[in-house]
C-alpha cells in the first residue's frame, strides 16, 4: 500500500508538471490598450487680477477687508482624476480693513503676522468636473497653512476657462477661534467666530500636453 501511494503521488506530479509545461508554451493573452492620461491643466494666478475678500460680523457693524495674493499661485489638476496641486500663497501681512487701529491690532495681536507672514492653501482634489472651455462649478478640497496651523478645507469654486486664460472665485468659511486664533472680543464688541472669505483668481491657463 506504501509503494503504491507513492507511485500514484509521482505520477500525479509528473502530469501537473506536464500541464504548466505546456501552458506556459501557450501565448500571452492579449492585453487591453493602454488608456491615455489626461493632460494637466495648470491656472496661474495673476496678482494683479486677484484678491482675498473677507467679512465678519461683529454685534455693532460687519467688517470688510482683503489680503493681497503673492506672485507665483498656482493650481494644477487633471480634469479627468480630479487630482490638484498647487498652493495659493497669501501675504497676511497685507490685511487691510481700512481702519489703521482695527488693523494694527489684527496683525499685532490676532494673526500675528510678524511671526506668521503668509496663508498658504495647497488644494489636494476637485470634486466634479472643470470644462477646458466655459463655465464650471465644483468644490475643492485642501489644506490651509494659517497662523501656524494646517487646517482642512473644502471651498465652492466657480471657474470659466478660456482659450489661454481663466478667471473665477471660490468661496468658504474660516472658524478662526475654533483654529486656536484669538477672539477679538471685548465687552464692547462681540465678534462672530466665523470669517467669510471670497477669493477672485484670473489669470493664465496652460495644458502640460
Known sequence: MHLTGWKSALLASFEILMI???????????????????DEIALSLDPAQSKVHYTVDTTLHTVHGTFELKKGSQVRFDPESGHT?????VYATSGDSGNSSRDQRMHKEILETQKYPDAIFRPTQIEGRVAREGASDVKIHGLLLLHGGLHELVAMVHAELAG???????????????????????WLLKVKPVVNIELDMAGGLASSK
Open 20 to 38: 504548466a509545461v505546456c501552458l506556459s508554451a501557450l501565448p500571452a493573452p492579449p492585453q487591453p490598450p493602454a488608456q491615455a492620461g489626461s
Open 164 to 186: 489661454d486664460h481663466w478667471k473665477g472665485t471660490a468661496k468658504f468659511d474660516v472658524p478662526y477661534i475654533q483654529w486656536g486664533i484669538k477672539d477679538p472680543s471685548n
Open 85 to 89: 496641486a498647487g498652493e495659493i500663497d
